[in-house]
């Protein structure tokens, strides 16, 4: 068999095993079960607490009454493993926006050897309004109370332990807030290891780190089989409006790790965040992570962090990682080494150059046809759904139009270069890219780097080979190159969805650019129908299949407005998607469709008459009474107190003043800060106070003006899940395929105020 004409069929065959073989590799380790070792983290015990601490299966927003029984069982767990705890019970307010609770962490103390900084083991306890909050973040609390269990059997170590289980992490990371802001204890804190979840499913990675990691990372990669992440998460959470408490820690300047897992994102901040989805395999990853870095570094010393690292744990089941100064050189080195064995060979530089200048034709079609695919996909069918309920189309979709790209590219390179000469020339392409990253996204290098470093040395080798054995040679480069490319297409798939396919295509056009050179002995015309064929079926699958199913409904929140001033009442649906004005990108489908006007725009609320809604209809009065504000006096001058109250047990009152009203700070507990000013959306030109978890409570707070002038106007606000009895027909006809998320269903009441 002519190994040149085969190469293609060689080239598959090897992307298949190794593909086959990194998404092996990164799946979360088996579950033990409850009778192992008890020196063992055992996910079915961590699991057993799970189903404990949320019997009800329901969510537990911060304030609420099940919130406060959760803590509770929190507290029995604690005594069972005889840690001493404490309650701090405090108002706090988050950093981002003027967003306040009163929160109720809890702070459990392992003693260690010595007066030395703590190691604290952080996560949150209290869930979305819409979600029981298995995934997120019941996984992580019964992680760090099963590893808090196998550690204590072997205390004390150098340092001591801190549990650190948060409260009002949803609403703006308010308990982490408290603690690292308020509590004297928050001083004595060395390094922090929070765990997080976002699905149900998936292997915890650590998906973010402090700057300088280096000792951070050892402690997780001695001694573990299973750790995993890519430093590029860390440049991408930099770019992204997501937190999580290690936030909070991060700027009181405490160095630590992030750990979350992703799959089955569908699932997050819904109702199917339950105890019955989620795969317990997470717990255990997250477990075995905890438990690893935290015996390595309760031993360690703390005085020197080491430099920032890059690091990448997703290649074949491997871990590497390196200083992140050794990346310029790691860069020079393998380009060197790649213009070596230019002029070792024979190639005709002309033509090289050629091949640089069309190397990133594939990387091109591919992007391109697979993003005209989905576009295709959305203009027909109607919409992109994030996640369908029958998915197996569009990920067919996502693999036949990039293959289609890859046929197209490779069918015009092979008419100006041979494959030896594109071989060189995608390898000083990507040299350029990893030069681009290096310079610009720095923590993302060692996806380039690595599988450069590789090939430079795979092709400085071929140099001294017979010319028939080197185009096989030369496949090897892609073994390195593929887990840095086609193995994060899935991943990123899973985590952010199709309407986000965009993020996932630049690393399928990446493979497509490296394998493009072993593809050009392939009849491209045949190539082209065997690939079309059964991905123009998947794209008419995708087209006229359900959406939505009732294991993955579409996410659609009731939202009920009432104007107490004039008696007007709305009902607006809204999704992950605002359904506003604007070309909605996720079209409402029935039976829902039926209970809205889907056409004309509409302003609901009295405080915003220029912000227009779409899917709105008339409403009932609900019969309830508004929330209250009381005038408690000027305190001092250009100061007054109020008093706020729901008169439902609403669990949020928002308070809007306008910017005229010049508003410098407000004062609630011991807090006090600058309020927000909205530049955009409802609240656009008032400053905006957020109280949540309020139900029962009687709010006193302090506002302090630059002048203050007796009657100021403003709104008062009172938000609750609860909606009207008069639309439990369309509750009812919302369960099924559709499910609330986020906040989910709100019931807002609008009051005009005068201060």
Excluded at 458 to 484: G, M, N, Q
Aim: charged letters at 20%.
């Amino acid at each position: 068999m002519n190994s040149k004409k085969s190469l293609p069929l060689y080239s598959i065959l090897l992307t298949l095993v190794l593909f086959t073989f990194q998404h092996l590799s990164t799946l979360p380790p088996v579950a033990l079960e409850i009778d192992v070792s008890e020196n063992q983290f055992s996910a079915e015990r961590a699991f057993e607490t799970l189903k404990v601490l949320l019997k009800e299966n329901q969510p537990h927003p911060v304030g609420s009454p099940l919130n406060k029984r959760i803590k509770e069982r929190l507290i029995q767990e604690l005594k069972k493993l005889e840690i001493e705890y404490e309650v701090q019970k405090t108002w706090a307010c988050a950093t981002r926006f003027s967003t306040c609770a009163e929160v109720e962490n809890l702070i459990a103390i392992i003693p260690g050897e010595e007066e030395l900084p703590f190691l604290a083991l952080m996560a949150h306890y209290d869930s979305v309004p819409m979600a029981p909050g298995a995934g997120d973040d019941g996984a992580g609390v019964v992680a760090i109370l099963e590893a808090a269990r196998v550690l204590k059997l072997h205390a004390p170590y150098k340092h001591p332990i801190m549990i650190l289980l948060t409260d009002a992490e949803e609403v703006g990371l308010i308990g982490a807030e408290a603690f690292f802001n308020q509590h004297p204890l928050a001083k004595k804190v060395g390094i922090v290891l929070n765990v997080e979840g976002s699905g149900t499913s998936g292997g915890s990675m650590v998906f973010r780190t402090s700057d300088k990691n280096e000792l951070l990372l050892n402690s997780l990669s001695h001694n573990h089989d299973d750790p995993y992440g890519f430093s590029l998460s860390r440049e991408i959470f930099k770019r992204m409006p997501n937190d999580t408490d290690f936030s909070v820690a991060e700027r009181a300047n405490i160095p630590g790790m992030d750990f979350a897992f992703v799959g089955e994102r569908n699932h997050y901040h819904t109702p199917n965040d339950n105890v019955e989805n989620l795969d317990i395999r997470a717990i255990q990853h997250h477990g075995e992570n905890i438990l690893n870095a935290s015996r390595n570094l309760l031993s360690a010393d703390w005085s020197e962090m080491g430099e920032a690292n890059v690091y990448l744990g997703t290649s074949y089941g491997f871990w590497s990682q390196w200083k992140s100064s050794y990346s310029p050189y790691i860069l020079i080195f393998s380009f060197l080494l790649i213009m070596t064995s230019i002029f070792r060979s024979t190639l005709d530089l002309k033509n090289t150059l050629l091949a640089i200048l069309l190397s990133p034709l594939t990387f091109i079609t591919t992007v391109l046809f697979c993003f005209l695919s989905f576009y295709s996909l959305s203009y027909f069918s109607g919409n992109i759904v994030s996640w369908p309920g029958i998915d197996w189309p569009y990920r067919l979709l996502l693999v036949g139009s990039s293959c289609l790209g890859l046929i197209m590219g490779s069918a015009v390179s092979k008419r100006y270069s041979e494959d030896h000469e594109m071989i060189y020339g995608v390898w000083i392409f990507w040299s350029l890219l990893a030069l681009l990253v290096t310079i610009f996204l720095p923590d993302a290098a060692n996806l380039f780097l690595l599988p450069l470093l590789f090939a430079s040395l795979i092709i400085l080798i071929s140099t001294f080979l017979e010319d028939r054995h080197k185009l096989v040679f030369l496949l090897s480069t892609l073994i390195v190159a593929l887990p840095s490319t086609l193995g994060l297409v899935f991943a990123l798939e899973q985590s952010q969805g199709y309407k986000l396919v965009i993020a996932v295509l630049p690393f399928a056009g990446l493979y497509a650019m490296l394998i493009s050179p072993f593809l050009l002995s392939l009849n491209m015309k045949n190539a082209f129908l065997i690939v079309g064929l059964p991905t123009l079926i998947t794209f008419f699958a995708g087209s006229n299949l359900n959406l939505y199913t009732e294991e993955r409904p579409q996410h659609i929140n009731i939202h009920f407005f009432e104007n107490l001033d004039v008696q007007s009442s709305y009902l607006h649906l809204s999704g992950n998607y605002k359904n506003l004005a604007a070309t909605d990108p996720e079209p409402l489908i029935e039976p829902l469709k039926s209970f809205v006007d889907v056409v004309s725009k509409k302003d609901l609320i009295s405080f915003a008459p220029e912000y227009q809604f779409r899917y709105w209809s008339e409403s009932k009065s609900s019969g309830w009474k508004g929330p209250s504000i009381s005038n408690l006096g000027v305190s001092q001058k250009n100061s007054i107190k109020v008093n706020l109250k729901s008169n439902r047990s609403a669990s949020r009152i928002i308070l809007l003043l306008p910017q005229e009203s010049k508003l410098n700070s407000f004062e609630i507990g011991s807090v006090e800060r600058k309020p927000s000013l909205s530049n955009n959306g409802y609240f656009k030109g008032y400053y905006v106070i957020y109280l949540n978890g309020i139900y029962d409570k009687e709010i006193d707070i302090k506002l302090n003006f630059e002048v203050y002038k007796k009657g100021i106007e403003g709104y008062l606000i009172d938000v609750s899940t609860e909606l009207p009895k008069h639309l439990t027909g369309l509750y009812e006809k919302r369960s099924g395929i559709f499910s609330p998320v986020h906040r989910g269903d709100q019931a807002t009441l609008i009051k005009k105020i005068k201060l």
